[in-house]
């Protein structure tokens, strides 16, 4: 086609083009806005469910991440750990693929402003919506001896995190849901008492399936010890796949595999395009169980192999990684403070 081989040559011309004219500002790339939770260094399911989505929207949009280690304080009371766990994300994220130059990249308690914003939309949020959020019914019985004032709060605060940017779309994963309808009934309440202020944040969920564990029945999460861990050492995660259940049917090694229960295969579709030939393989029993998950141990590896450098590298230079989210709070500080300025105003404080 035509139009095919033009669209193939214009960059090389673009290229080689003096520089043009400068012309009116391009139209601002629309704000996305997104937290992730400061887990350590993450698993499979973390990358094929909202990293590798990050990464391509950075390009897109006016992109600001925030390491949410606010709302870690509600399950984890380990300062060490909470530490550690949150340079090891920020080092992750960037080993990943963002680039703190494109995006914001920081951490949450680093830009105050969505505590005391926090605060303020608490006073416009009914406790009955908060109680009835499935999340904190789940976590009150996750941790039943610490059903603290945070747990409830939680989504109060997830709110002000995106509201203070005034970010119209929050790409997420499908369990944040009912976080984002609070959100937006939060925003409205805001916007009726006090004057139309925040823009309401819409979800944009990630396509990715939900990533099943090691397991093969649960979702993959640190919490049940069923990760596949991608920046780790190659034998670690050889030793996860090698481990992994795969068609619990499949007996013997002439029984015929089924693809599509088995987790093995599923994930295969994530590293190369050539997944249907090893799932006929699977199907016609040519291949075993042991064979595809040692193909697919090696893919990961592989895949993640420059990831695994640049992590490492992060990791060895913990100034680096300071500069780099000091930088993002900085940058993200007068969008907080603009936006805190407005708020005070409109509810009649200073
Ligand atoms: N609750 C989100 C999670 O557990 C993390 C989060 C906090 C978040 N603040 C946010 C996500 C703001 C999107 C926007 O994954």
Sequence with gaps: ???????L???MTTEIAPAPAPVASPSPRPR?????QPSGAPHLGNDLGAIRNYVKLQWEYEAIYCIVDFHALT??????????R?????????????DPERCTLF??????????LGWLLMTVTPVSWLERTPTYKEKKQ??????????LSYPVLQAADIVLYKASLVPVGKDQ???????????RRFNTLYGDTFPEPQAVFTESPIVLGTDGVRKMSKSLANTIDILAPPEVVTRQVMGMVTDTKRILRTDPGRPEVCNVCQLHRFFGDDFEEIWEGERTARTGCVDTKRLLAERIIRHYAEARERYAELMADPVRIGRILDDGAERARPIAEATMAEVREKMGLR
Excluded at 32 to 36: D, M, N, V
Excluded at 75 to 84: C, E, G
Excluded at 107 to 116: D, G, N
Aim: hydrophobic share 40%; proline share 6%; no cysteine.
């Design 9 to 11: 040559d214009s960059p």
């Design 142 to 151: 996750q941790q039943p001896d610490d059903v603290n004032h945070g747990l």
């Design 1 to 7: 086609m035509a139009g095919a081989s033009a669209t």
């Design 107 to 116: 951490v949450q308690s680093h830009r105050p402003e969505a505590t005391e």
């Design 177 to 187: 849901a009912a976080h984002l309808e609070l959100s937006r009934e939060i925003v």
């Design 75 to 84: 399950s984890l009371h380990d300062p060490d750990a909470l530490r550690t």
């Design 86 to 98: 949150t340079r090891e994300m920020a080092a992750s994220l960037i080993a990943l693929g963002l």
């Design 32 to 36: 996305i806005f997104s937290g992730i």
